[in-house]
């Protein structure tokens, strides 16, 4: 059974700083997803990732894949209160077609970043 | 407009009422879902269509019922509500492209009393 964990689950970090979200999901998958989500609002894809060795870039966040860790990064560059929000990763289940390819999604990081 | 739309997007109901969610999307995607979020669960999957009158469980399907009688509309039905399905509740749809990204509705705020 696919499981996504994220940690940490709460990150309050200072303007200009870095800091590195981290999604591990427990078995084969080699697409994933992450989502940003404002309070009350809807998720907003940011990155979609998929094969080994993905990485992208939007301005200050970069993703990456290693599906042999199982492992996504989220890496937040220079943080700005602009970003806080939760951010969600997500794994695709099983084969791409048919009632597999549903995705399951971690918990969230609740990013604050203060002035 | 174009995209994903839900209705109502707040409501209140009472314990053992029905009631219908409602999701429409304009893009003529094949696959739809809809979730709930709680806090500390993150997203969890209610059911998902593959199609027009084609529908499957997902994680938590219990005391749901969906129907899709056309593409672009998904309706979720609360046939008893109970207060445990107090919740925000998202519908999507999935691109066709090799990414296989899904798309979010604005959600429905539901609470049950």
């Known amino acids: 059974e696919l499981k996504v964990e994220q940690n940490p689950l709460f990150l309050s970090m200072q303007e200009g700083k870095n800091y590195t979200i981290y999604c591990n999901y427990s078995t084969t998958s080699d697409r994933l997803y992450w989502y940003r989500q404002d309070p009350g609002k809807s998720l907003e894809s940011l990155f979609v990732l998929l094969s080994n060795g993905a990485v992208k870039q939007e301005g200050r966040l970069m993703a990456s894949l290693d599906t042999k860790a199982r492992l996504s990064t989220l890496h937040i560059t220079a943080a700005v209160h602009d970003l806080s929000a939760t951010y969600f990763c997500?794994?695709?289940?099983?084969?791409?077609?048919?009632?597999?390819?549903?995705?399951?999604f971690g918990k969230g990081t609740k990013l604050s970043v203060k002035p | 407009d174009a995209g994903i739309t839900q209705s109502p997007r707040y409501k209140i109901t009472e314990t053992g009422r029905q009631v219908t969610l409602m999701c429409h999307q304009t893009?003529?995607?094949?696959?739809m879902f809809w979730y709930r979020q709680d806090l500390g669960h993150g997203l969890r999957l209610i059911y998902y269509s593959a199609a027009a009158d084609i529908t499957d469980k997902g994680e938590v399907p219990d005391g749901y019922v969906v129907s899709r009688s056309k593409t672009e509309n998904f309706p979720l039905t609360l046939e008893s509500a109970t207060r445990s399905q107090t919740s925000v509740y998202f519908c999507?749809?999935?691109?066709?492209?090799?990414?296989?990204?899904?798309?979010f509705g604005p959600g429905t705020r539901l609470t049950v009393t």
């Open positions: 893009w003529s995607h094949s696959y």
């Open positions: 997500a794994a695709l289940k099983g084969d791409y077609g048919g009632s597999q390819g549903n995705l399951i």
């Open positions: 999507a749809s999935r691109g066709p492209g090799q990414g296989y990204e899904q798309y």
